[in-house]
């Protein structure tokens, strides 16, 4: 449950960046995204790829969701050069989780994102996290799959989007 929270913390984060006014929409279609975190204090480090299928309303379902969570504001944003950086405010259960972030666009095609949040108080032992993301676009999604399908490096199917 903690982690799920403080994922889904930095994930708003990336979400809400790489969906921003101004920066360009995302091809339609399969992407790969690598992920990798690393909490604080323990240097725990843990990291994994999966596929996503999308289209624009799928991003902008995922961008409203994020801008909609009653607990987190956003500080500041801008977007300059291809990069898009972003400050959000959240609170969750008694902690406040201050989370800044970059994503920076190569086209529609990729994008890097690199996020911090801090915990204060620390939030079950956790003060600390750092995630790097690195999106890319692989081609079409396979037959079958809906915007919102995330396919995990063993072929397991979670279904993010409307079905």
Known sequence: MMKQIVVCAAAALVLAIANAANP???????????????????????????????????????????????????????????????????????????????????GDMSTHSETNATYTPPMNGLSETAMIMDQKYVGSCPAGALPGDRIGADGKVTHLGKH
């Open 24 to 106: 360009p929409e995302l091809k339609e279609g399969l992407w790969s995204i690598h992920t990798l975190s690393i909490d604080n204090p323990g240097n725990k480090k843990s990291d994994g790829t999966y596929s996503l299928c999308r289209d624009h309303a799928y991003d902008q379902s995922v961008q409203a969701h994020a801008k909609s969570m009653k607990s987190c504001t956003t500080v500041n944003e801008s977007f300059q050069g291809g990069k898009h950086t972003a400050e959000l405010h959240c609170v969750v259960a008694g902690t406040v989780i201050v989370s800044k972030g970059t994503t920076t666009f190569q």
